[in-house]
């Protein structure tokens, strides 16, 4: 398999990386994930990396490069369910992830990504009140 | 130091890389590291066998199971026969990088072993050098 399957739900994408990517995998994925948000005109994407032994700074980078990305894109972006380990080691290894949103599982994910976008609803309104 | 047993895995493609993540890990775990050792080493061999496709042209990766006394470990040893590094403390710097990555690959992966050593020469290649003991 060379490429992983983006799966719609709603006006969510949800990538669920089940393989040890190498960097050209890693690579597509960002720019399928890209094109899919605009073709679907998606508000949200997760991210589960919850099978990935080990995240390191290359698939660090393409986990920050796909939420800017999809930041520009008018969508919010949630990395879920990271294995203790691998917090530890990305920590150690000195990256922080500080542009990418978390949480614990898909569950959690999700309710997060709903807050965000409805968050964002609410602070338009507020604007154009203003 | 006592080497007990070596396996070797080229580093030509990023199918290789995947691939000396999988022999560090095969080899970690029948070592006995724990979890989070394991996924340090992972994690330090991903970042190297990396710079030694990128940046080295490719090359190969060595695996010694090592002991010294009671302990036992692995020495990871990747060589290539690239351009080699110019400036070796700077590319050891967090940040620093030439190829537009994080540069956080070398001074990472010093940080995730327990002994680090690089030797490069400009024109005949690098060979970084990197062992990690399990408790």
């Known amino acids: 398999?060379?490429?992983?399957?983006?799966?719609?739900?709603?006006?969510?994408?949800?990538?669920?990386?089940?393989?040890?990517m190498h960097d050209r995998m890693a690579m597509t994925l960002q720019d399928d994930l890209t094109t899919r948000i605009v073709a679907t005109r998606a508000r949200g994407v997760m991210i589960d990396i919850s099978t990935l032994e080990i995240v390191d700074s290359f698939i660090g980078r393409m986990l920050n490069n796909i939420a800017a990305m999809s930041r520009v894109l008018d969508a919010v972006t949630v990395v879920v369910g990271m294995r203790p380990a691998v917090a530890i080691t990305l920590v150690e290894l000195g990256l922080t992830l500080s542009g990418v949103k978390?949480?614990?599982?898909?569950?959690k994910g999700l309710a997060l990504i709903r807050r965000l976008i409805d968050d964002d609803g609410e602070d338009m309104s507020g604007r154009r009140e203003d | 130091m006592v080497v007990e047993k070596t396996n070797?895995?080229?580093?030509?493609?990023?199918?290789?890389?995947?691939?000396?993540?999988?022999?560090?890990?095969?080899?970690?775990?029948?070592l006995g590291f724990n979890?989070?050792?394991?996924?340090?080493?992972?994690?330090?061999?991903?970042?190297?066998?990396?710079?030694?496709?990128?940046?080295?042209?490719?090359?190969?990766?060595?695996?010694?199971?090592?002991?010294?006394?009671?302990?036992?470990?692995?020495?990871?040893?990747?060589?290539d026969d690239g351009p080699g590094i110019p400036d070796?403390?700077?590319?050891?710097?967090?940040?620093?990088?030439?190829?537009?990555?994080?540069?956080?690959?070398?001074?990472?992966?010093?940080?995730?072993?327990?002994?680090?050593?690089?030797?490069?020469?400009?024109?005949?290649?690098?060979?970084?050098?990197?062992?990690?003991?399990?408790?």
């Open chain 1, 102 to 107: 978390t949480a614990l599982d898909v569950e």
């Open chain 1, 1 to 20: 398999m060379d490429q992983i399957p983006i799966m719609k739900i709603g006006d969510c994408l949800l990538v669920s990386i089940q393989v040890d």
């Open chain 2, 8 to 30: 070797r895995v080229p580093i030509q493609t990023s199918e290789d890389v995947v691939r000396v993540r999988q022999a560090v890990r095969s080899d970690a775990t029948t």
């Open chain 2, 35 to 79: 979890l989070v050792d394991q996924t340090k080493l992972v994690t330090a061999a991903s970042e190297i066998a990396r710079n030694t496709l990128d940046y080295g042209g490719g090359g190969d990766l060595r695996i010694d199971h090592v002991r010294l006394g009671n302990r036992k470990g692995l020495r990871l040893v990747f060589h």
């Open chain 2, 88 to 135: 070796i403390n700077r590319a050891l710097e967090d940040g620093f990088t030439t190829g537009g990555g994080l540069g956080l690959g070398l001074s990472g992966a010093k940080r995730l072993s327990s002994e680090f050593n690089i030797e490069s020469t400009v024109g005949s290649g690098t060979t970084v050098t990197l062992v990690r003991w399990s408790k």
